[in-house]
């Protein structure tokens, strides 16, 4: 299958003055073009940060360490800034979670989307206005010419996210990454939002890696599901392959935390808490809160299992079974 992002053993730390903070330590995974892939994990996992890697937004104490991000047959890591620049906002976009901070609260909307495609396409202020136009109403914002004239602080939560995601496509990226999209908005909201990303994917052809804890989402959204703990990835593989039959203890135990319509909504959590990333424990890192934990698991770290379908799973237990 041809692939439009790859990510190999991606290392990024954080060096603070008593610690290293192992954010991301060695996570590998790729996206085909125009699929939908989720990212999930508790939070601390190192999620938002895989993100930020790939499109080397790490400020210091941070620091990418070593690994390769492969986006259309480049090494990012290997770019200069300003080729990195270049391909910020028009090869790859991003909307992050909280689309008030994004948006300059003293400029209006619509010239803020307008001056991504002038700095990326070099247009004309006319023909950025109505590319703008032509965004606010794909992302389906009701009056949009009264929206491009607003301040941020003039929109809702809702609103706002909306013209997030004009910005994030009015130069057609190849990527969208979508960091935790619908933090902060009501259900309501929510559920429109991830709709309208679906209905985006299918019109835009767009690959989007939607990053997320909630597993309905991903299981209402994505074709594939990448599974982290602890810096890692420890599953990945279709979404209907690991709801189905999750083959890593820790997946089998995110879904089972997920409420359960035919059980009363009971739900089953899982004990003890995410590790600190400055002292991870030794050997899978997952073992101190895992039910199936043999000697192994505490002194060895799992290598990354390739299965006969394509999923991918790190955990002694599976190489035992053969």
């Known amino acids: 299958m041809e692939r439009l992002l790859e990510i190999k053993e991606l290392r990024t730390y954080f060096y603070l003055r008593h610690a290293t903070v192992r954010a991301v330590d060695g996570v590998s995974f790729w996206m085909a073009p125009a699929e939908m892939v989720g990212l999930v994990g508790e939070s601390g996992s190192g999620k938002s940060v895989t993100a930020l890697s790939i499109l080397r937004l790490i400020q210091p104490p941070g620091r990418i360490v070593s690994g390769q991000v492969v986006f259309q047959g480049r090494d990012l890591l290997t770019l200069t800034e300003a080729e990195m620049g270049a391909l910020r906002g028009q ?15 003293v400029i209006r909307v619509g010239a803020q989307i307008a001056r991504v495609h002038r700095v990326h396409r070099k247009s004309s202020a006319r023909e950025a206005m109505a590319r703008t136009l032509e965004y606010l109403r794909l992302v389906q914002i009701p009056d949009p010419e009264r929206v491009m004239n607003r301040y941020p602080h003039q929109l809702s939560g809702g609103m706002c996210q909306r013209a997030m995601i004009a910005m994030a496509l009015i130069c057609d990226p190849a990527l969208v990454i979508a960091d935790e999209p619908t933090t902060g908005l009501d259900v309501t909201v929510q559920g429109q939002i991830l709709e309208l990303m679906r209905a985006l994917r299918k019109q835009t052809n767009a690959a989007q890696l939607l990053i997320t804890h ?16 602890g810096g890692k990835v420890v599953e990945a593989g279709t979404v209907e ?12 135990a995110l879904l089972k935390s997920v409420p359960d319509i035919n059980k009363d909504f009971r739900t089953t959590t899982i004990p003890g808490s995410v590790p600190d990333p400055r002292n991870f424990p030794r050997g899978c890192r997952f073992h101190p809160r895992c ?4 000697d192994i698991c505490r002194t060895e770290e799992p290598d990354i ?3 006969q379908d394509g999923r991918q799973v790190a955990c002694h237990l599976l190489a035992r079974r053969g």
């Open 214 to 229: 909630d597993l309905g989402v991903v299981a209402e959204t994505c074709d594939r599901i990448v599974v982290m703990y």
């Open 91 to 105: 090869a790859i976009s991003m909307v992050f979670q909280n689309p008030r901070s994004c948006l300059n609260p």
């Open 291 to 294: 039910s199936g934990c043999m």
């Open 305 to 307: 299992i390739e299965c």
């Open 241 to 252: 392959e690991v709801f189905r039959n999750p083959l890593h203890p820790y997946t089998a």
